[in-house]
C-alpha cells in the first residue's frame, strides 16, 4: 500500500500527468500513421528526454508504447490496414463491423477492451515484479547467460517463417555487437579507426533505420491507395448486448496477453493471434468469425493491450528486453544512470511504482482521450502517404542525428535502411536481430565472467540448477524441430507462411 | 521474372558466409584467447565462424529445395527509381546540412521528394516543404532546443 502511496506521489506531479498524457497521445498518433510504429517512436523522442527527470522519461516512453497498440486499432476497423502488426487481426472482425455501419460500437470496445486489459496487467505487474526480482537475486553471470541465450531461442522458435534463417539473423546482431572497444580488455574490434564505433553500433540508429528508414523504402515501391470508410461515426458506446459478449474474450484476452508478454518476442502480436484463436474455438457460432463479431476485436484487442504490460516484467526485474521497443527503453534506463537489474525495484522504487502507477492512468487517459478524439484520427489518416513519407524519414534523420550529434550514425542509420529493405525482400526477419544486438554485449561479459569463475569449464552453466534448466529449455527448443512429427508442422506452417507471403 | 525463394535464399546464405568468414578472420588477428581466459576475439571469432556455418548450411538446403515463386523483386516496373532515389536523398541530407543548415536542408529534401517521388503539383510541393521546414525549425531548435546545424546562412 505505501508502494502505491509512493508511486501517486510520484505520479500526480504536473509534469509527469503532462508527459503521461503527452506520451499516450504520441503513441496513439504512431499507432494511427502506418509506417512509423512505437519501436521508431519511441527511439525518436528518445533524445529529447534528455533533460528531464529518468521517472518522467520513462512514463512518457512507456506510454508511447501502449497508445500505440490502441491507435493501431483505429486504422484496421476504420482502413483495414493495420496500424501495428499487433493490429492486423483486427482487421477481420473490425472492418466487417465498420462495413455494417458499426464502426463507433467497434472502436468503443476495443477501447474499452484495451482498458480493461491494460487494468489487468498492470496488478499483474504489481503482484508478479517485487517476487521475481527476489529470485533474481540469487543470479550470478551463469545464470544470466543462461536465461539470455533461452530468451533468444524463444524468440526464434517463434518466429514465422524459417528457424535457420531467424538464428542467422541472431548469431548476425551478436557479431554486430561485438563491434565497438572490448568491454573488459579495451581492445578496439572492427572499428576501422572510427571514434564513433569504439562505443559500439548505436542501438538507435540500427532501428531507426531496420525499421524506419527501410519501412518507409518499402512503401515507396509503389502508391498504395487508401479508403476510409466514409459513414459518421456515431454510438461509440456498445450497448448491454455488446458488453455481454464482449465482456468474456476482455478478461481472457487480458490474461493471455499479461502472460505471452513475459515471454521475449513480439508478444501483442502473437497473443492478438492467440486471443482471436482461442475466441474462435469458443464460440457458439465460429462460421461468423471474420464477419464482424463483436468477440473478434474485443480478445485480441485486450490481449495486445495487456502484453505490453507483461514485457515489462523481464526489463523490470532482471533488465532483459523481451522485444526491441523495451530494448530501447532499456537504452533509456542507461542513458539516464539507472541500472536494470533486480536491485531496480529497490533502489528506484519511485521509478518503478510511478511507472507502473502512470500505466494505470495512461489507460484511463486513453479512453477519455480517444473517444472524442477518433475523428482527429481520421483526419490524420487521410494525409496523403506522398505528403507524410518525407515527414517521418526526417523524423528520423533528426532523431538520429541529434543524439550524438554524429554524421556517422545517420550514415550507420542508411546502412541499417537499406539492410533492412533487403532483408524484407529476403525474408529475412529482424526481431531476433535488434534483440540479439542488444542483449549481445551483456551476454558476452556475462559469458566470459562465467567462464573465468570456473576456470575455463563450459560445464558451469549445466551446474548452476536455475542455468541448467534454462540451457536445457533452450535445447528442447532448438531440438524439437527435428523430431519428425513437430518438425513436419513446423515445415508446413513455414512453407504456409512463405506462400501467404508471396 | 519470377525469382523463387530458394534463389533468393541461395543469394543470401552466399553473402552471409563471406561476412561470417570476415569476421571470423578478422577476430583471429584480435586475440582470442582460450577457454579459461577468453579475450575479445573470443566471441566474434566463434560467432563468426557459427554464422559461416550457418549460411553454409542454408546453401546447402537451398541446393534441392525450390520453394514458391516469389513476384518480382519490385513490385512496379519504375519502384527501383522511387527505392534508389529516396536513398539518395537521404544521403544527400548526411552530407549538405551542415553547409546549408537544418532548415534550408529540410526545405529542400522535403520538398525533393514530394515533387519526384509521387510527383505533387508545384503549389502543394512548396506549400508542404515550407511549412515542413517552419515547423521543424521551431520544433527542434525553438521547442526542444536540439543542437542542429544552422549552416552559413545562420537559421
Known amino acids: 500500500m505505501n508502494h502505491i502511496l509512493l508511486g501517486a506521489q510520484v505520479l500526480f506531479t504536473p509534469i509527469n500527468f503532462f508527459f503521461c498524457f503527452l506520451g499516450v497521445l504520441m503513441g496513439t498518433l504512431v499507432g494511427v500513421l502506418p509506417g512509423l510504429g512505437p519501436t521508431a517512436a519511441i527511439a525518436l523522442l528518445l533524445p529529447n528526454t534528455f533533460h528531464v527527470s529518468p521517472v518522467t522519461a520513462i512514463i512518457m516512453l512507456a506510454g508511447i508504447y501502449y497508445g500505440a497498440m490502441y491507435g493501431g486499432s483505429t486504422t484496421s476497423i476504420l482502413v483495414n490496414i493495420p496500424g501495428e502488426a499487433a493490429s492486423v487481426i483486427t482487421c477481420l472482425d473490425g ?4 462495413q455494417k455501419g458499426r464502426a463507433g460500437v467497434a472502436l468503443g470496445i476495443a477501447a474499452f477492451g484495451s482498458f480493461i486489459a491494460g487494468t489487468i496487467s498492470v496488478i499483474g505487474l504489481m503482484l508478479v515484479a517485487p517476487p521475481l526480482a527476489k529470485f533474481a537475486l540469487a543470479f550470478g553471470p551463469p545464470e544470466y547467460f543462461s536465461l539470455m541465450l533461452m530468451g533468444i531461442v524463444i524468440l526464434i522458435y517463434l518466429a514465422s517463417g524459417s528457424i535457420l534463417k531467424a538464428l542467422m539473423m541472431a548469431v548476425f546482431g551478436l557479431l554486430i555487437g561485438t563491434i565497438g572497444m572490448d568491454s573488459i580488455s579495451a581492445t578496439q574490434r572492427l572499428t576501422f579507426g572510427l571514434l564513433e564505433l569504439s562505443d559500439g553500433i548505436g542501438l538507435i540508429p540500427a532501428i531507426m533505420g531496420l525499421f524506419g528508414v527501410a519501412e518507409v523504402i518499402t ?11 466514409a459513414t459518421r461515426i456515431k454510438n461509440l458506446l456498445p450497448n448491454v448486448q455488446d458488453w455481454k459478449e464482449s465482456l468474456g474474450p476482455m478478461i481472457r484476452g487480458g490474461v493471455l496477453g499479461f502472460f505471452i508478454g513475459i515471454l521475449p518476442g513480439p508478444a501483442p ?3 492478438a493471434f492467440s486471443s482471436y484463436a482461442i475466441e474462435k474455438k469458443l464460440s457458439k457460432h465460429p462460421e461468423k468469425f471474420g464477419t464482424g463479431m463483436i468477440q473478434g476485436v474485443a480478445g485480441p484487442e485486450a490481449a495486445n493491450n495487456a502484453a505490453t504490460g507483461g514485457a515489462f516484467i523481464p526489463l523490470f526485474t532482471l533488465g532483459i528486453p523481451a522485444n526491441s521497443v523495451i530494448a530501447i527503453l532499456l537504452g533509456a534506463f542507461m542513458i539516464h544512470g539507472i541500472q536494470p537489474g533486480p536491485m531496480l525495484i529497490q533502489n528506484h522504487a519511485d521509478l518503478f511504482w510511478g511507472t507502473v502507477l502512470s500505466m494505470y ?8 482521450l480517444n473517444l472524442p478524439l477518433i475523428g482527429l484520427w481520421v ?6 502517404y506522398p505528403i507524410l513519407f518525407p515527414l517521418i524519414l526526417l523524423f528520423c534523420l533528426v532523431g538520429v542525428f541529434s543524439l550524438n550529434y554524429s554524421k556517422v550514425e545517420v550514415a550507420l ?7 533492412g529493405y533487403l532483408a524484407r525482400k529476403f525474408q529475412f526477419e529482424m526481431a531476433p536481430l535488434v534483440l540479439a544486438l542488444v542483449i549481445g554485449p551483456m551476454m558476452e561479459s556475462n559469458l566470459r565472467l562465467s567462464l573465468v569463475i570456473s576456470q575455463g569449464s563450459p560445464w558451469i552453466f549445466i551446474e548452476k540448477p536455475i542455468s541448467a534448466v534454462f540451457i536445457i529449455v533452450s535445447l528442447v527448443l532448438l531440438i524439437s524441430p527435428l523430431i519428425p512429427w513437430i518438425g513436419k508442422r513446423r515445415q508446413k506452417l513455414q512453407e504456409k507462411v512463405e506462400r501467404e507471403q508471396v | 521474372m519470377g525469382r523463387t525463394q530458394s534463389q533468393f535464399d541461395r543469394m543470401a546464405a552466399v553473402f552471409f558466409l563471406a561476412v561470417g568468414l570476415f569476421f571470423a578472420l578478422y577476430a583471429r588477428g584480435v586475440e582470442i584467447g582460450t577457454w579459461n581466459e577468453p ?3 573470443f566471441l566474434p571469432f566463434w560467432a563468426g565462424l557459427t554464422f559461416a556455418v550457418m549460411s553454409f548450411a542454408l546453401l546447402l538446403q537451398n541446393l534441392r529445395r525450390k520453394g514458391p515463386v516469389r513476384p518480382s523483386f519490385f513490385p512496379k516496373t519504375d519502384s527501383w527509381k522511387r527505392v534508389l532515389t529516396t536513398f539518395v536523398a537521404l544521403i544527400a541530407y548526411n552530407f549538405i546540412f551542415e553547409l546549408l543548415g537544418f532548415a534550408l536542408t529540410t ?8 515533387k519526384f517521388i509521387f510527383p505533387q503539383s508545384w503549389l502543394r510541393t512548396l506549400t508542404v516543404a515550407l511549412s515542413a521546414a517552419v515547423i521543424a525549425r521551431l520544433l527542434f531548435i525553438n521547442f526542444l532546443e536540439t543542437q542542429l546545424p544552422r549552416g552559413f546562412l545562420g537559421f
Open chain 1, 95 to 98: 472492418y466487417q463491423m465498420a
Open chain 1, 219 to 229: 512503401n515507396v515501391e509503389q502508391e498504395i491507395k487508401r479508403e476510409v470508410v
Open chain 1, 269 to 271: 502480436v502473437i497473443s
Open chain 1, 361 to 368: 492512468l495512461g489507460n484511463a487517459m486513453l479512453l477519455v
Open chain 1, 379 to 384: 483526419k490524420v489518416l487521410k494525409v496523403p
Open chain 1, 413 to 419: 542509420m542508411i546502412g541499417f535502411g537499406v539492410f
Open chain 2, 39 to 41: 579475450g575479445p576475439g
Open chain 2, 107 to 114: 526545405f529542400l529534401f522535403v520538398g525533393f521528394l514530394v
